[in-house]
């Protein structure tokens, strides 16, 4: 028994380091001064005196507005997914009417487009309603592919509220969207949350509507910021490093603190389908 | 609680219900509606007008009804095959590693353990990492001769020099999926994690009493708990691997030689490469069609097997 548990430690120490491995890469990358990055050995630990590359960072690049913008994006995409998804959830769970199948099944199409795909279309849709180059118009192509996910987590939500609840507020005269923001919201609060972490998280990662729309350099987002380096030789690695960690440490802590929302509110909703 | 008290009135309310009929879903679901029409559903008519077209991202104006050309042209164009077995390679594997590896992590984090919490989340860090951000530091891993795998292809002596991993028609594919499972295979393994609790832990008890190994336990016990939802991220994954594109973008452009060039990059690389609105249009639709019936296989298999599962 104690044999077997040791190799079990073992193995999930191995499965840790996988996943965290090319992260700490990254980190240890943008912290090694550049002449030691093309070694013959590698560094495998930061050289701590190079703390300065982060401020370097946000000197040498746009940084700073970059990570503004992507925020912008991300939080218009979550309050936009929202507020447009909580009424057709609750229509889907809870109400009969012509089209139901129709508007799931539409729902579920949306899934197999690629972003791609619609970029050609969608530029022209921007152009004639002059949302090209505008951060507006990144968050509502993007809640266009958050929408649906999000309605589909919501209904699963809604499913499991008892219908007996709602009764009693039709009772004392709610009307029926009363019964949804009043009674059925605050219920569902927790899906919500993993509902609006994943249209934030799609808002934050988003990249190819970000390159083909913007073409202002202030309005650059993250992903486009830092894509701009691939391949790229004149910005040093190690700040390029140094970027993509400062881009993508807080999504992986914001995400380690609500993931037992996500988990649940996927679980409940939209993976069991 | 004062259902009791009030039920006369709420007798008359089942009558007569207080919101009035059928406008209440009508105006429920009009927004979201609207809203997908516009961003969705006009664009995929937009983009199935241009693919019966020729039309130059030049002159986007300038459309030349061609009919069925497109199609015809990709069903008997050798670069178009190798487009389509690159993405049933790519989709395939990534379905199969990455849920084999989320199903080995999630049985390995099933259970008691000292420091569960922690190692349970920390698996999750790479569906956290931003693709593009995941694309970068893969890229600079697999630099040809500065990075950590070249590193290690010559300390075990696979390698003199430097490997040219993503410049290599060989290895291009494989650095891809490597990047690509590395960052989903922890949804996999949180869904199924997920799915474990729903294990009967009595079942699993008596079946360890009645001295049933390891493998008859999983074959019993867990698989048919987890199946339903195996399946579902098989569906997931599938999908999700015939629409991403940044990481692949970014790694290698759908090169060298056109092993990476998936059914989304190929349609990306001919309309701004080769600015050829009307043929990329035509692969969207031929792909759309692909996980369209992808997922039509889906819910027949499963329905089938729900049926066979409920006469028995």
């Known amino acids: ?273 | 609680m004062m259902s009791r008290t009030v039920s006369q009135p709420r007798a008359a309310a089942r009558r007569a219900p207080i919101d009035h009929g059928r406008w209440v879903p009508a105006l429920f679901v009009a927004p979201v509606a609207l809203y997908l029409l516009v961003f969705q559903g006009y664009p995929l008519v937009q983009e199935f007008l241009l693919s019966v077209t020729s039309t130059s991202l030049l002159s986007p104006g300038q459309q030349t009804y061609v009919g069925l050309d497109n199609y015809r042209e990709l069903v008997f164009d050798p670069e178009f095959h190798q487009v389509l077995r690159v993405t049933a390679v790519y989709t395939v594997v990534c379905v199969v590693a990455s849920i084999g590896l989320g199903l080995l992590a999630a049985l390995l984090l099933d259970g008691t353990f000292r420091g569960r919490g922690i190692a349970r989340a920390l698996v999750t860090i790479p569906w956290a990492a931003p693709p593009v951000a995941a694309a970068l530091i893969f890229v600079w891993m697999f630099n040809a001769q500065y990075g950590l795998f070249s590193h290690l292809a010559q300390f075990f002596g696979f390698a003199d020099g430097g490997v040219n991993w993503l410049d290599e028609p060989s290895f291009a594919l494989p650095a891809i999926l490597i990047t690509t499972i590395w960052q989903i295979f922890p949804f996999s393994s949180v869904v199924i994690l997920a799915a474990l609790q729903g294990v009967p832990s009595e079942l699993r008890e008596a079946a360890v009493i009645d001295g049933a190994d390891r493998l008859s336990i999983f074959r019993a016990v867990t698989w048919p708990t987890i199946r339903p939802s195996v399946a579902l991220l098989t569906l997931l994954i599938t999908v999700w691997s015939l629409r991403r594109f940044d990481v692949i973008w970014l790694m290698t452009q759908g090169g060298p030689l056109g092993e990476t060039n998936t059914l989304v990059i190929d349609l990306y690389r001919r309309a701004f490469v080769y600015l050829d609105l009307g043929r990329a249009a035509a692969v969207g639709i031929i792909g759309l069609v692909v996980a369209i019936l992808v997922t039509l296989v889906y819910f027949w298999l499963t329905t089938r097997a729900e049926k066979a599962a409920g006469k028995r």
């Open chain 1, 1 to 273: 028994m104690k044999h077997n548990s040791t190799a079990r430690t073992l193995a999930v120490l191995v499965l840790l380091g996988v996943a965290a491995f090319p992260l700490y890469w990254m980190l240890v990358t943008s912290l090694t001064p550049s002449e030691r990055l093309f070694d013959d050995t590698p560094n495998l630990l930061p050289t701590l005196s190079q703390i300065g590359t982060y401020a370097a960072a946000f000197t040498e690049t746009s940084l700073r507005q970059w990570l503004v913008n992507s925020l912008i994006v991300a939080v218009g995409t979550t309050v936009l997914s929202i507020l447009l998804s909580v009424l057709p959830a609750y229509a889907l769970s809870r109400l009969t009417f012509n089209g139901k199948l129709l508007l799931g099944f539409a729902l579920f199409m949306t899934q197999m487009l690629p972003e791609a795909m619609l970029v050609v279309p969608l530029y022209d849709i921007f152009t004639k309603l002059s949302l090209l180059n505008t951060l507006l118009g990144l968050i509502l192509a993007n809640t266009a592919f958050t929408v649906p996910v999000v309605t589909w987590i919501l209904k699963g939500a809604i499913d499991g509220v008892p219908s007996e609840i709602e009764e009693a507020a039709r009772v004392d005269g709610c009307s029926r969207l009363g019964i949804v923001l009043a009674v059925v919201v605050p219920l569902i609060a927790p899906t919500l949350a993993a509902a609006a972490v994943i249209a934030f998280f799609h808002g934050w990662n988003e990249y190819v509507f970000a390159q083909t729309f913007i073409s202002d350099d202030a309005l650059r987002t993250a992903s486009v910021g830092l894509a701009s380096f691939v391949g790229e030789l004149s910005t040093p690695v190690h700040t390029v490093m140094a970027v993509g960690f400062i881009y993508t440490l807080p999504a992986v802590v914001f995400y380690l603190f609500v993931q037992r929302y996500v988990v649940a509110g996927m679980t409940t909703g939209g993976v069991k389908g």
